[in-house]
């Protein structure tokens, strides 16, 4: 069974401090790991005797073990499903905005200015568009990328985007966020869906319905596909994982979520 070290040590004169140690489990979808990681160092930072070990591994897996009770926090890029195991809080840490993209040497000129519509895009992921050329680009056939299930972020596209419809069987499908960027910024002929906290030079995220993929975007409601991050515990949060999320949720944790991602309260 997972325990949990929680000392509150008061100290002499007017103020009293909390200071914590022992070590905090957590299950990371890929979207938010590099976030929980982010925010694990500056908590560790203020509290040297606190270790806390971020595994990545998808939403499902992060929602099965906190459910198991393997880890304390499970980290999670899709909402509670009804179908998920009784007794779970979801605590709101941030909020993600997911993209469309494509390689930097993309077929169809200007695509990160024009963008596509969301007719295109979901007529490209399920195999009805399988050429640059019937989007305004060259002649060159289109190669989709996308997730294995299970995943939070596929989960979230196929019902905003795709309305359920399956990703065409010829898409190429990667076990991580990471795995499915690096694969498209390596053919230029190459598209998938992201979060917006991977997109850098290397890749270009797609206007979509006229509207670009961008936090300021997001925060004035323009751009719809957003989605929230979540810290999932079981039961109510105790102990070292409610001091960690309570961390998350402040001024000092929204500032690095802030960084990349939509703020707790948009």
Same mark, same amino acid.
């Given at each position: 069974?997972?325990?949990?070290?929680?000392?509150?040590?008061?100290?002499?004169?007017?103020?009293?401090?909390?200071?914590?140690?022992? $070590?905090?489990?957590?299950?990371?979808?890929?979207?938010? !790991?590099?976030? /929980?990681?982010?925010?694990?160092?500056?908590?560790?930072?203020?509290?040297?005797?606190?270790?806390?070990?971020?595994?990545?591994?998808?939403?499902?897996?992060?929602?099965?073990? @906190?459910?198991?009770?393997? *880890?304390?926090?499970?980290?999670?890029?899709?909402?509670?499903?009804?179908?998920?195991?009784?007794?779970?809080?979801?605590? =709101?840490?941030?909020?993600?905005?997911?993209?469309?993209? @494509?390689?930097?040497?993309?077929?169809?000129?200007? =695509?990160?200015?024009?963008?596509?519509?969301?007719?295109? @895009?979901?007529?490209?992921?399920?195999?009805?568009?399988?050429?640059?050329?019937?989007?305004?680009?060259?002649?060159? #056939?289109?190669?989709?990328?996308?997730?294995?299930?299970?995943?939070?972020?596929?989960?979230?596209?196929?019902? $905003? @985007?795709?309305?359920?419809?399956?990703?065409?069987?010829? /898409?190429?499908?990667?076990?991580?966020?990471? %795995?499915?960027?690096?694969?498209?910024? !390596?053919?230029?002929?190459?598209?998938?869906?992201?979060?917006?906290?991977?997109?850098?030079?290397? *890749? *270009?995220? *797609? #206007?979509?319905?006229?509207?670009? #993929?961008?936090?300021?975007?997001?925060?004035?409601?323009?751009?719809?596909?957003?989605?929230? %991050?979540?810290?999932?515990?079981?039961?109510? #949060?105790?102990?070292?994982? /409610?001091?960690?999320?309570?961390?998350? !949720?402040?001024? $000092?944790? !929204?500032?690095?979520?802030?960084?990349?991602?939509?703020?707790?309260?948009?």
């Amino acid at each position: 069974m997972l325990s949990l070290v929680f000392a509150l040590v008061a100290l002499s004169g007017p103020a009293l401090a909390a200071k914590l140690s022992g $070590e905090l489990l957590t299950s990371d979808s890929t979207t938010v !790991q590099p976030l /929980a990681e982010d925010l694990a160092a500056a908590f560790t930072k203020k509290n040297p005797n606190v270790k806390i070990n971020v595994a990545g591994g998808g939403s499902g897996v992060s929602i099965k073990d @906190v459910a198991a009770g393997k *880890v304390h926090i499970g980290n999670s890029s899709r909402k509670l499903k009804p179908s998920d195991p009784a007794g779970l809080v979801a605590n =709101v840490i941030g909020y993600d905005a997911v993209a469309v993209f @494509v390689n930097s040497k993309c077929p169809t000129k200007d =695509v990160d200015k024009k963008g596509l519509s969301k007719q295109q @895009v979901k007529d490209i992921f399920t195999g009805k568009i399988i050429n640059w050329k019937d989007v305004g680009g060259k002649n060159a #056939p289109i190669m989709v990328h996308s997730r294995t299930a299970p995943s939070g972020i596929l989960d979230f596209f196929s019902e $905003e @985007v795709l309305d359920k419809e399956a990703v065409v069987d010829t /898409a190429k499908k990667h076990e991580s966020t990471g %795995l499915q960027k690096q694969a498209v910024t !390596q053919n230029p002929n190459a598209i998938g869906f992201i979060s917006l906290g991977y997109l850098d030079k290397k *890749v *270009v995220g *797609v #206007p979509l319905n006229g509207v670009a #993929p961008s936090i300021k975007n997001a925060i004035a409601g323009k751009y719809h596909l957003v989605r929230p %991050l979540i810290m999932v515990t079981k039961g109510k #949060p105790a102990g070292l994982a /409610a001091a960690f999320i309570k961390f998350a !949720q402040s001024a $000092e944790g !929204q500032k690095i979520v802030a960084k990349k991602w939509l703020k707790a309260k948009k």
